[in-house]
Nanobody, 118 residues
Framework: QVQLVESGGGLVQAGDSLRLSCAASGPTFNTYTLGWFRRTPGKDREYVASIRWPGDITGYGDSVKGRFTISGDSAKNTVTLQMNSLKPDDTAIYYC???????????WGQGTQVTVSS
């Protein structure tokens, strides 16, 4: 099982930026993906972004395209989510997740709260 630890959440104002980080530890794999999801009470879990190695292949959810940027270091098993132009609708608990490719996301972090005030 892969352990994931998120950091960097907090309270910001609309229009501000915030950076989330996730560190993964445990078994290593040649092909895998680290992703970010978010959840708000009363809503389904939402895909935010992901990065796959090898190749640094990135993907984004429609609601964050152009505002969020995912990056990572496969040697260090870390991933960062740079969030710009934050909106109140971005308020959620953000979770880091691991997927061994091909496959589904199987391991999840504890989550970090992001709150954007208007």
């Amino acid at each position: 099982q892969v352990q994931l630890v998120e950091s960097g959440g907090g309270l910001v104002q609309a229009g501000d930026s915030l950076r989330l980080s996730c560190a993964a530890s445990g078994p290593t794999f040649n092909t895998y993906t680290l992703g970010w999801f978010r959840r708000t009470p009363g809503k389904d879990r939402e895909y935010v972004a992901s990065i796959r190695w090898p190749g640094d292949i990135t993907g984004y959810g429609d609601s964050v395209k152009g505002r969020f940027t995912i990056s990572g270091d496969s040697a260090k098993n870390t991933v960062t989510l740079q969030m710009n132009s934050l909106k109140p609708d971005d308020t959620a608990i953000y979770y880091c997740a691991f997927r061994r490719d091909p496959g589904v996301f199987t391991d999840w972090g504890q989550g970090t709260q992001v709150t954007v005030s208007s």
